[in-house]
């Protein structure tokens, strides 16, 4: 599985961006897509995940109710929509694979197995 994400710019507070990542390869391998976000001094942390067969997701506190994300299976493609973003949400945003069938989301940067190549979102107050 090869994932590429794209999106990434510089927008003021307030604004939004949409994020994409799109998946080729061995898509039949795929149970969950989850975008990540990593700031410097700080840990990879879980922004949402979206499960490849149905429309089960799921979001990290953080982002609740600002961030949505979704899919486009004919285009084997995950959005990640974001509005009302804050400084705080600067990062570079990483999208990754889950290959492992379960009944819950991981939230572990380690649980994913494929990973896409990060894309940088500035937002400035």
């Known amino acids: 599985v090869q994932l590429q994400a794209s999106g990434g710019g510089v927008v003021q507070a307030g604004g939004s961006l949409r994020l994409s990542c799109a998946a080729s390869?061995?898509?039949?391998?795929?149970?969950?897509i989850g975008w990540f976000r990593q700031s410097p001094g700080k840990e990879r942390e879980i922004v949402a995940g979206?499960?490849?067969?149905?429309?089960?997701?799921d979001y990290g506190d953080s982002v609740k109710g600002r961030f949505t994300i979704s899919k486009d299976k004919a285009r084997n493609t995950v959005y990640l929509q974001m509005d009302n973003l804050k400084p705080e949400d600067t990062a570079v945003y990483y999208c990754?694979?889950?290959?492992?069938?379960?009944?819950?989301?991981?939230?572990?940067?380690?649980?994913?197995?494929?990973w896409g190549q990060g894309t940088l979102v500035t937002v400035s107050s």
């Open positions: 979206i499960k490849w067969r149905n429309d089960n997701t």
């Open positions: 990754a694979a889950d290959r492992v069938r379960r009944m819950y989301f991981a939230r572990l940067s380690s649980s994913y197995d494929y």
């Open positions: 390869g061995r898509t039949s391998d795929i149970y969950t």
